[in-house]
């Protein structure tokens, strides 16, 4: 049987793969005049990925 398990550190929030340093970058990049699909191709992540950042869970 197999158990899975998330590693955790001060990097990242719980439960999520990106550190907290990238969220920041995505978030400074965001003010600028570039598109969601730019920005995910400069931090090669999903825009999926960027449009959750931009609008975080309550």
Request: charged residues 25%.
């Amino acid at each position: 049987m197999w158990k899975d398990f998330l590693a955790e550190d001060s990097v990242s929030d719980r439960r999520c793969s990106i550190a907290r340093r990238v969220k920041q970058a995505i978030l400074e990049l965001l003010s600028e005049p570039l598109s969601m699909s730019l920005i995910a191709r400069m931090k090669h992540i999903s825009p999926t990925t960027v449009i959750r950042i931009l609008q975080p869970s309550a």
